[in-house]
């Protein structure tokens, strides 16, 4: 027997004294590292919205399936409520699962199998979600589909439709189009949003439900926005987003060619278009 132990046993009281450790070290367990749930729900919403871009067609199942095979311990309920947060929904057509409010109207779509000939025939509009480190936010667009040229956009922390009437209405101080063309989404059908083309004497034209491809040129500007700008950047600030976006957005317009305009710039075609009127 050892130090009164049976069995030649040292306790553990001896052993410590052996060691020179405390006896409470013996019990000391490692804090798991505790998760920042903004930072990490930050990142989610990034490869989701990376996944979106990607592929518009992924809804729920297909984007937790594939979050999952890029190592997120994620369920499908989360997703849903992330991919709402941002706005964004798969294209492919769906039950009718949400409306816009029963009070706003929905107007047709007027363009399809209509040929797009020239500038101020037809602008549209979008809303997409922005990444901003540990947060996010909101921008919105109002493009020419002829010459491909952003008149206007705004940033914001929520998806009330007052930013995008403050795109609207500096759009339009510059001329107005034809048509204007929008998704069914709540900010769109609103009575004060629609109230303002009807009274500019605008032809208001909606997209389909799950049609992303009705209004492909705002898509294509969100593909261009986020790979040559935003995703190479990392904005915390609405003040730093806003510079950036002000200087690519000048860049967009004035520098970057496009080759369905023949290499020209979209402020080229938009401009010359407005010369010979």
Not at 80 to 89: D, H, N
Not at 101 to 108: D, G, S
Not at 214 to 232: A, C, G, M, Q, T
Request: aromatic content about 10%; some cysteine.
């Amino acid at each position: 027997m050892i130090d009164g132990s049976p069995s030649g046993v040292v306790s553990l009281r001896r052993q410590c004294a052996l060691l020179g450790v405390a006896r409470s070290s013996y019990y000391y367990r490692r804090a798991e590292p505790q998760v920042d749930a903004a930072a990490e729900q930050a990142r989610l919403m990034r490869m989701i919205d990376e996944q979106y871009l990607a592929h518009p067609f992924f809804g729920s199942r297909n984007m937790t399936h594939r979050l999952k095979q890029q190592g997120c311990q994620i369920n499908r309920k989360r997703v849903q409520r992330l991919m709402r947060a941002m706005g964004i929904e798969a294209i492919a057509p769906k039950p009718r699962t949400s409306q816009p409010h029963p009070q706003h109207r929905v107007y047709p779509y007027l363009l399809r199998d209509v040929p797009i000939e020239r500038c101020d025939q037809v602008w549209s509009t979008d809303i997409t979600y922005i990444p901003m480190g540990r947060s996010f936010a909101y921008l919105t667009a109002i493009i020419d589909w002829h010459s491909r040229y952003v008149l206007s956009w705004e940033v914001s922390r929520t998806m009330e439709v007052n930013f995008c009437l403050t795109a609207l209405d500096r759009a339009l101080q510059q001329t107005t189009p034809e048509i204007f063309n929008t998704d069914q989404g709540s900010q769109y059908t609103s009575a004060v949003f629609t109230g303002r083309l009807e009274q500019a004497g605008i032809a208001i034209s909606m997209d389909g439900r799950g049609r992303c491809h009705d209004n492909i040129f705002i898509e294509r500007l969100w593909r261009s926005v986020k790979y040559e700008e935003i995703y190479l950047r990392e904005y915390l600030t609405m003040q730093k987003l806003e510079e950036g976006l002000d200087a690519y957005f000048s860049f967009y317009n004035s520098e970057r060619p496009h080759q369905s305009l023949g290499y020209r710039t979209p402020e080229a075609v938009y401009r010359s278009a407005a010369l010979t009127t």
